[in-house]
């Protein structure tokens, strides 16, 4: 039997006790480690999980599980992830250090029914891969090779149909330590280096490190079980290469780093010895001996490589220092059992009587060897019996196969529900037809009826606007007759109160007449100007700079504020403005708008005029600080002959056409008229108007 059958780069034994908890446990955790969700670890047992993580760096495996014990107790507010690694640092516990592999199951059972809880979609996938692995390591080692593959499969769907590929990595590395004991080297080749692509995809720490040195290594290794030395050496040196180039990441890890070396080193002694370079195989396995007999370190692959170094002596010739290496190893393998070590060891002691034709002290070595190896056969037999490859595909196909049923079944409900809706719908339509002859008579006696009436209201329409006109031609006439003998009646007022000598009681007739006149004649100016803005077609329009207009309206309207003792403040725009408008209907909007503001203004209050230019539109703002306009009368102000009209601040008289007119105006010149309340008090009256492209000329002329 080759000696290196027992030195299998199966990390958790080769590295144990140092690295099997660090390496499991941290898995576990690596591919979800900067998740946010709601099972995230509690504040509270951050520091405790760390802390279990350091002892069992340190191979305190026994005092690493009674901490985390003791420091959780009595906690009640572990989240779901807590309770998973508490269950998780158990199951570690005896499925690598104890052997209790019962014990263990229990633990990943638990583990699995933890993950099934947790709510955020990607940690539920992860955990329960993860516990699926675990599950199927605890039966491995149980000897249930078929529920072990069939655990591990469950775990891959989870990872595969979720582009998982940190956590596929786990599965792809267990698959090649599976085909590696079973001999099938090619096939732990393909899974090593698949294992080595997707552990990429795990966060960048020293758990994923030291993965994918192993990766390397056991690549290596089946190279050299198929007898292709050439590529074994060279994965030897890149596992010592990539060792070398990440060292410097973690200083802190550098012992367990020099183990990793001390690991190569005895696996690449197979290459030399191979090639018959006896002498530098022995210097690598003393290399690798001077570290991993250190207390801590793997003394496991320590006594490997010494009782390979006495096979090599005794090929040398060197029986006796063969004989004394020997001896010092019975007592390492007395404090450190090891099933391989001790069948090793008796077949070297077995070899040693031998070639000195003992054959009476050969025997008990022989027999004790022989026994060791039968069972180790049977082991491996029960192993090769299950085959992995084939069981996985079996399940692969089951798998399709359901996947193939479930689409069946979902397409036989479907053609189900489709024939029923086909039915229903041509029942319906059929219903549906029937109702649309019916609702086909009805909606053509109501066109008729519509049609009728669509005559008679254009037939009114036509009569109202012809009224309407009517209704303008007479005001006009009434208010042009009017306006004659008012404004004779006014002038001789006037003139009969300018005379003087007269009475009392006979000036204040003369005041009241003169008032009445006066405002008769306003509100026929306002009649005939409100009629004359209905009926003419379009204004006549010439380049205005609205700077000026504004202007002089407010200077005149200065005087009329000064009576109140009021101030207009006016601003302008910074550059002139020409728009195409008719000077003298803006100039009365304007007037208007100002006026309104004085009248409804108390006294000595403040009138701001600001002109503001909005992109396309020029706007004026006109506000006050007056009496407000009330909400209940607020759509009715632009009326024609409102009721909305209310005396001025001093009595002044409103007869509700001014606003009628101005909205008028505005509108056919394709502008916008309207107001806002204050909301520390009063109105603001808006006016904008378009800009019009004027030609330079133009410009240069006006």
């Known amino acids: 039997m080759p000696f290196r059958t027992f030195r299998l780069a199966y990390l958790n034994y080769s590295l144990r006790p140092i690295l099997w908890s660090l390496i499991a446990i941290g898995f576990f955790s690596q591919c979800h480690s900067d998740q946010k969700d709601d099972v995230e670890h509690s504040k509270a047992f951050k520091p405790i999980y760390d802390s279990t993580n350091r002892l069992l760096e340190l191979g305190k495996d026994k005092q690493a599980i009674v901490y985390v014990d003791s420091a959780t107790n009595g906690l009640s507010n572990l989240t779901l992830t807590d309770q998973y690694r508490i269950y998780g640092f158990h199951f570690m516990y005896h499925n690598?250090?104890?052997?209790?592999?019962?014990?263990?199951?229990?633990?990943?059972?638990?583990?699995?029914?933890?993950?099934?809880?947790?709510?955020?979609?990607?940690?539920?996938?992860?955990?329960?891969?993860?516990?699926?692995?675990?599950?199927?390591?605890?039966?491995?080692?149980?000897?249930?090779?078929?529920?072990?593959?069939?655990?591990?499969?469950?775990?891959?769907?989870?990872?595969?149909d979720n582009l998982d590929n940190c956590t596929l990595s786990s599965y792809t590395y267990r698959m090649g330590m599976i085909t590696y004991k079973q001999a099938n080297y090619k096939f732990a080749v393909t899974y090593f280096k698949q294992s080595f692509e997707q552990n990429k995809a795990c966060k960048e720490e020293f758990i994923s490190f030291f993965r994918q040195q192993?990766?390397?290594?056991?690549?290596?290794?089946?190279?050299?079980?198929?007898?292709?030395?050439?590529?074994?050496?060279?994965?030897?040196?890149?596992?010592?290469?990539?060792?070398?180039?990440?060292a410097d990441k973690y200083k802190g890890r550098a012992n367990i780093i020099e183990v990793a070396r001390a690991v190569v080193y005895g696996n690449m002694a197979d290459i030399y010895e191979n090639k018959g370079e006896i002498d530098k195989a022995i210097e690598l396995l003393k290399k690798g001996v001077v570290t991993n007999l250190k207390k801590g370190n793997d003394n496991h692959d320590a006594h490997l490589s010494e009782l390979q170094m006495v096979q090599l002596y005794m090929g040398q010739g060197k029986d006796d220092v063969a004989f004394d290496l020997l001896k010092v190893i019975r007592t390492q393998l007395d404090s450190l059992p090891s099933a391989d070590g001790e069948g090793m060891w008796n077949m070297l002691m077995t070899r040693y009587y031998e070639k000195k034709n003992d054959l009476g002290k050969a025997y008990p070595y022989a027999k004790v060897f022989h026994r060791i190896k039968d069972s180790l056969l049977i082991k491996g037999r029960t192993l090769k019996e299950a085959n992995v490859n084939e069981q996985l595909a079996s399940m692969q196909k089951q798998t399709q196969i359901l996947a193939l049923q479930n689409t069946q079944r979902i397409y036989k409900y479907a053609g189900?529900?489709?024939?029923?809706?086909?039915?229903?719908?041509?029942?319906?339509?059929?219903?549906?037809?029937?109702?649309?002859?019916?609702?086909?008579?009805?909606?053509?006696?109501?066109?008729?009826?519509?049609?009728?009436?669509?005559?008679?209201?254009?037939?009114?329409?036509?009569?109202?606007?012809?009224?309407?006109?009517?209704?303008?031609?007479?005001?006009?006439?009434?208010?042009?007759?009017?306006?004659?003998?008012?404004?004779?009646?006014?002038?001789?007022?006037?003139?009969?109160?300018?005379?003087?000598?007269?009475?009392?009681?006979?000036?204040?007739?003369?005041?009241?007449?003169?008032?009445?006149?006066?405002?008769?004649?306003?509100?026929?100016?306002?009649?005939?100007?409100?009629?004359?803005?209905?009926?003419?077609?379009?204004?006549?329009?010439?380049?205005?700079?609205?700077?000026?207009?504004?202007?002089?309206?407010?200077?005149?309207?200065?005087?009329?504020?000064?009576?109140?003792?009021?101030?207009?403040?006016?601003?302008?725009?910074?550059?002139?403005?020409?728009?195409?408008?008719?000077?003298?209907?803006?100039?009365?909007?304007?007037?208007?708008?100002?006026?309104?503001?004085?009248?409804?203004?108390?006294?000595?209050?403040?009138?701001?005029?600001?002109?503001?230019?909005?992109?396309?539109?020029?706007?004026?703002?006109?506000?006050?600080?007056?009496?407000?306009?009330?909400?209940?009368?607020?759509?009715?102000?632009?009326?024609?002959?409102?009721?909305?009209?209310?005396?001025?601040?001093?009595?002044?008289?409103?007869?509700?056409?001014?606003?009628?007119?101005?909205?008028?105006?505005?509108?056919?010149?394709?502008?916008?008229?309207?107001?806002?309340?204050?909301?520390?008090?009063?109105?603001?009256?808006?006016?904008?108007?378009?800009?019009?492209?004027?030609?330079?000329?133009?410009?240069?002329?006006?």
């Not at 690598?96 to 099934?116: F, I, P, V, W």
């Not at 089946?222 to 010592?240: G, H, I």
Request: proline residues 3%; glycine residues 6%.
């Open 96 to 160: 690598r250090g104890t052997h209790d592999y019962e014990q263990a199951l229990k633990y990943a059972d638990s583990m699995l029914a933890t993950a099934s809880k947790m709510t955020n979609k990607k940690s539920y996938i992860s955990f329960m891969a993860d516990g699926n692995f675990a599950r199927g390591d605890a039966l491995f080692e149980l000897g249930r090779h078929s529920d072990s593959y069939t655990a591990y499969y469950q775990g891959y769907l989870l990872a595969h």
């Open 416 to 702: 189900i529900i489709f024939i029923s809706m086909s039915l229903v719908i041509i029942l319906l339509v059929y219903r549906n037809w029937k109702r649309s002859r019916q609702e086909m008579l009805m909606v053509s006696s109501l066109n008729k009826q519509i049609l009728i009436q669509k005559t008679d209201l254009e037939r009114t329409l036509t009569d109202l606007e012809s009224s309407i006109q009517e209704k303008d031609r007479i005001l006009r006439t009434v208010a042009h007759d009017l306006r004659n003998p008012l404004g004779g009646i006014a002038s001789l007022t006037n003139a009969l109160s300018d005379e003087g000598g007269h009475t009392d009681e006979q000036q204040e007739f003369l005041d009241v007449i003169k008032e009445t006149a006066h405002d008769s004649l306003e509100l026929i100016n306002e009649i005939l100007e409100a009629t004359t803005s209905t009926t003419e077609g379009e204004l006549p329009t010439q380049p205005v700079d609205i700077n000026s207009l504004i202007s002089n309206s407010v200077e005149l309207m200065r005087f009329k504020a000064a009576e109140k003792n009021q101030k207009i403040i006016l601003t302008t725009l910074p550059t002139p403005e020409l728009l195409l408008i008719t000077r003298g209907k803006i100039w009365r909007v304007m007037s208007n708008l100002i006026s309104n503001a004085i009248k409804f203004s108390p006294v000595s209050s403040d009138i701001r005029v600001t002109i503001t230019d909005e992109d396309k539109e020029i706007q004026v703002a006109v506000a006050d600080r007056g009496i407000g306009i009330p909400v209940e009368i607020k759509d009715s102000v632009f009326n024609m002959f409102t009721h909305a009209k209310r005396p001025g601040t001093l009595g002044e008289k409103s007869f509700g056409l001014g606003l009628s007119i101005c909205r008028q105006i505005v509108e056919k010149h394709q502008g916008k008229l309207w107001f806002e309340n204050n909301p520390d008090g009063g109105a603001t009256f808006f006016v904008r108007l378009k800009k019009n492209v004027v030609s330079p000329i133009v410009q240069a002329s006006a």
């Open 214 to 246: 192993e990766v390397l290594d056991n690549i290596a290794l089946s190279y050299r079980n198929q007898e292709k030395l050439d590529s074994a050496d060279f994965y030897f040196k890149e596992t010592l290469k990539y060792l070398d180039t990440n």
